[in-house]
């Protein structure tokens, strides 16, 4: 009983509508790195990002390590693209491996690369117009590198982490420095110099997550906090990366009519997400997959003014996965996403 209450407390607290807006203040610019808040899977954003307990692939380590503990084969590759707003590329993948059936754990690798397009850049000068440009170009981008470990610790337990570089480079600015001399007189003058700063950092950071399956059919809780590191610094301000507590409940609503299991299934996925730097929100995905072949998806992400309603189709066949999802922008252009996945 008091394992259960552990599990079931967080999440009726994380769905009571009352209980963070009591609490709550409004959180504005509290964080940096944001490129890590953004999906790139084509089935997960499919889902509305309502991923915390969905289990069986690599894909987990970008959403809940712990969905890596029950590896549907003995290794797990995926690949995934989009191009996100203005122009900013994201490229990333996952690989997990289960030695003996998993009997000791799942090891998984993750990788994210982002692109934020090229800049042209300009410093002040003499000049009529008071500034000239800069022949370099810049070509401002992201990466992180992860490593992770999920195990089962029993047939409704599992557990897992993941322990992640990552690096953000904003390119080279050209920033005046102001030095006070003495002169032959005693008197002082400022001398003004355009100095080269790079504005490049990095940092550790770190994922953990759990599974709960309460035997009840499929139905299954989940809850991950992402994103957990040390403040760092640009110039002379602070911040933490974009830290993210999810609780998530799903069911294979199938189970209720046990005389369509063998050629359907129809996943319900919700995620209640308590962000650091962004009101608490809800995600709600479905997910409707024929002879385990084909499916369609439906997902709804609240509180958002820029996008909501997400929709996409997947095809799986021999071990392998291709999937897509469309999300319609309500001020940048609509975002297309795509992944390959491949299990054995």
Sequence with gaps: MKRLMLVFLPLLLALCPGVPSAYSQSKLAQTGFQFLSV???????????????????????????????????????????MKWIADIKYFSGSAAVAPEGGRYGVIGLSVLKVNY????????????????????????????????YARELSDKFSVGGQAKYVYQDLGDSYVPVYTKVTIDTGGVRTDTTIQKQS??????????????????????????????????????????????????????????????????????SVDAVHPRSYPEFVNVGAEYWFMNTVALRAGYISNHDDYDFVAGVGVKKFGLAVDYSFMPHKVFDNVHRFSVRFSM
């Design 117 to 148: 397009g090229e800049f042209k850049f300009t410093r002040v000068a003499k000049n009529p117009l008071g500034y000239e440009d800069i022949a370099d170009f810049a070509q401002p981008g992201a990466y992180l590198v992860g490593l992770g």
């Design 39 to 81: 999906g790139t899977d084509a089935r997960a954003t499919a889902l509305g990002e309502a991923f915390t307990t969905i289990e069986g692939s690599s894909t987990s380590m970008f959403y809940n390590p712990a969905g890596m503990a029950r590896l549907a084969g003995f290794v797990d590759l995926s690949a995934n693209q």
């Design 199 to 268: 504005y490049n950092l990095s940092v550790l950071a770190f994922d953990f997550g759990t599974i709960y399956k309460t035997g009840l059919k499929s139905l299954a809780f989940g809850m991950t906090i992402s994103n957990f590191s040390r403040e760092i610094t640009y110039a002379r301000e602070s911040f933490q990366l974009p830290l993210t507590f999810k609780v998530g409940v799903s069911m294979n609503l199938v189970d209720l009519m046990p005389s369509l299991a063998d050629n359907h299934s129809l996943l319900l």
